[in-house]
């Protein structure tokens, strides 16, 4: 590596951050030649790009305010490595990318210590569902936030910091080139049979609560709809408990590990069950009807009732103000009523049809321009470098 490359420390906490990460990366190389070092904290998709990873980012996959607490001396041992490693490499930025939480805590040690190394965050906390507050005092930490969404910057700009929407990467998402007729073929299901999606989540704390009512969900439209076969795609964080778990399920269930696998089982489906987060925009860009499901502690559920400022927690609900996608949260998210809802996406009426035109509108909205979300996120990143 040329001594002339720029050196560039990336974060990411959870495989939504990883994969967000690994295209940022691509497009960074791009635009520079190539020129370019990567460090940091990333999963399987952000090292295939050519990071080495600090240590292993399931450590802080974490779901549920209730959960984190037995967690908290192991992450505050890895915020205190993370912020050493930067200052040892003296990198020319530093990105959190979503993960909040843990990005918080590096940016405000990194600013304690005055490394005068340009701090930038990618994923806006979503102050406008809860802790407002948040938004007047993230100019303190770092010094550029870019959005996904397009309504986000005018909830921090006012607290004197620059936020810029880049556009949401999900449109960039090989989904939309998956191939049902090749994942068909390669598991030798027949033309006639349809295929069920299910999503239960990248962290081990998710999959614990919501696959086995999953499963329990799928074996009661199972056993009304024999035609049916059924396909998880997982990742590694998690993906030897989903076999551990699913292994007396007794459903046709096909288990699938590669990004390419997942996809082609999307174009697949004629519907999915699936966590609340960025696989619901990856389902509705994709054209499959869903719904989602959700559970969390008691205590975690309490306090979200209490601090949520929203009427939904679904992102293609929010942008459309109204809910396409049922969301069955809590004591909603029972198998019998998750049942229920998918039996009438099959059925091709009400439901299904206003997904489907929900579906086009949620695109329009995600697009910014002719560059892709993560060349317009590599461009102010380029910018903030050279103007330090």
Known sequence: ????????????????GDLLGSRLMRALRKKTGDQVEFYGIGGDTMETEGLKSLFDISELAIM????????????????????SNIKEIRPDIVITIDSWSFSARVHKALRKAKTGIPQVHYVAPQVWAWKKKRARTMYRYIDYLMTLLPQEPKYFTPYHLKAEFV????????????????FRKEYQIPEDKRIITILPGSRKTEVSKLLPVYIEAARLLQQK??????VLPTVKTVSKQV?????????????VESEKERYNAFKASSAAIAASGTVALELAICNIPHIIGYIVSPFTAFLVRKLLKIQFVNLSNIMLGREIIPELLQERCRPG???QHIEQLLEKKELYEKQI???????RILGCGVQTPSENASDIILRL????
Do not use: W
Request: include cysteine; hydrophobic fraction near 35%.
């Open 225 to 230: 709809h024999p035609d049916l076969y059924f």
């Open 1 to 16: 590596m040329s001594s002339n490359n720029l050196k560039i420390y990336l974060i990411a906490g959870e495989p939504s």
């Open 167 to 182: 556009g949401h990467p999900v449109i960039e998402s090989e989904a939309i080139h998956g191939d049902g007729n090749k």
């Open 243 to 255: 076999k551990e778990m699913t292994d007396n399920s007794k459903i046709p269930l096909i288990i």
């Open 357 to 363: 035109k929900g579906f086009e509108k949620v695109r």
């Open 385 to 388: 470098i050279k103007s330090k």
């Open 337 to 339: 009523n998750i049942c």
């Open 64 to 83: 549920g305010l209730a959960e984190v607490i037995p967690s908290i001396p192991r992450v505050l041992k890895r915020i205190r490595q993370t912020v």
